[in-house]
């Protein structure tokens, strides 16, 4: 399972490096970071990426790692993502 959240929190910001659109990138993190989003309605909202039960499983299992974190965790990792998104390094994209 920590290999699983590791691998798609480094997926995102290569997901944002491709020019995909980092706005698409930030709505996915918001909607992780969102402790009222229950983890039904994060698939759904992840459907368009979703491409079998498998995935599907794993986007629950991710999204209830971040259900299990506290409110003080969560916003400490969304401060992380915006220092990302405004680094140098991305300043360049």
Same mark, same amino acid.
């Given at each position: 399972m920590k290999l699983v959240t590791v691998l798609m929190l480094v997926a995102l910001p290569l997901y944002c490096y491709a020019g995909s659109g980092c706005q698409l990138l *930030? %709505? /996915?993190v918001e909607k992780t970071l969102d402790p009222e989003l229950s983890t039904t *309605?994060? /698939?759904e909202a992840l459907q368009e990426f979703i #491409? %079998? %039960?498998a +995935?599907? *499983?794993v986007a629950a299992q991710f999204k209830q790692c &971040? =259900?299990?974190q #506290? @409110? *003080?965790t969560l #916003? @400490? &990792?969304g401060k992380m993502m915006e220092t990302m998104y405004n680094s140098l390094y991305? +300043? =360049?994209f």
């Open positions: *930030e %709505d /996915v *309605e994060y /698939v #491409s %079998d %039960d +995935a599907r *499983e &971040f =259900l299990i #506290s @409110n *003080e #916003s @400490n &990792f991305c +300043a =360049l």
